[in-house]
């Protein structure tokens, strides 16, 4: 079965800083998704980014990317210039196929960016 | 904008006493997935219907059933509410035409049983 660990419970870093969560996976599988949904205190789970298995290129939005590293089975998540809006709950997840498989999440990562 | 919506957003019962939460879409999207989240836990999923086939979690206890009437409805019923039940219930769908692979959410229902 899959699984995904978030070994960092809680982080905290100052406004416009850069900070970065970690991810590690467990598949037996060769073609997968990887995610990272934002839960802000209001909790509505929001697609931050995703990045395809088969992809040998980070993906990346705006001021997120992620380190994919395959071999490894590790997918971080990099915030750049960190804006208070920031602020939220980061999951970790991962999906095996298309169509109607589930996500996997990980058990979370409660970010706080200071003023 | 398409998107997800759960009502009520709040929902308070009674031990014991059967509840109904509700998940409209307007991306008309074929799969749709309920998930409970317990308080500072990661989301779990209970079961999904891809159209109108119904597919349940292993884990899922007996007292959780759903039903789906149309593309855009999706409900869960809790039969027999247990404290243990508290949680926010999410909805969330999917297209295997956009790919499939990324869900979205809706803003979740919480559940209170007294």
């Known amino acids: 079965a899959q699984t995904v660990t978030q070994s960092q419970p809680e982080m905290s870093v100052q406004e416009a800083e850069t900070v970065t969560l970690s991810c590690t996976y467990d598949t037996s599988e060769n073609n997968y998704y990887l995610f990272w949904y934002k839960q802000p205190p209001s909790r509505q789970m929001i697609l931050v980014i995703r990045?395809?298995?088969?992809?040998?290129q980070n993906a990346t939005e705006n001021r997120f990317s992620v380190n994919f590293q395959k071999a490894a089975k590790s997918f971080s998540l990099k915030i750049s210039d960190s804006q208070l809006g920031d602020t939220a709950m980061y999951f970790c997840?991962?999906?095996?196929?298309?169509?109607?498989?589930?996500?996997?999440f990980g058990t979370g990562t409660r970010l706080t960016i200071i003023p | 904008d398409a998107m997800v919506i759960q009502n009520p957003r709040y929902q308070v019962t009674q031990f014991g006493k059967p509840v109904t939460l509700s998940c409209s879409q307007t991306l008309n999207h074929n799969v749709m997935y309920w998930y409970q989240q317990k308080s500072s836990q990661a989301p779990k999923l209970l079961f999904h219907?891809?159209?109108?086939?119904?597919?349940n979690e292993a884990d899922t206890p007996d007292n959780f059933q759903s039903r789906r009437p149309n593309t855009s409805f999706c409900f869960l019923d809790i039969r027999s509410p247990g404290l243990g039940d508290a949680a926010m219930y999410l909805c969330?769908?999917?297209?295997?035409?956009?790919?499939?692979?990324?869900?979205?959410f809706g803003p979740g229902t919480r559940l209170l049983v007294l």
């Open positions: 969330a769908t999917s297209s295997p035409a956009e790919g499939g692979e990324t869900q979205y």
């Open positions: 997840a991962y999906s095996h196929n298309f169509g109607n498989e589930k996500l996997t």
């Open positions: 990045q395809e298995a088969y992809k040998q």
């Open positions: 219907y891809y159209d109108k086939d119904f597919n």
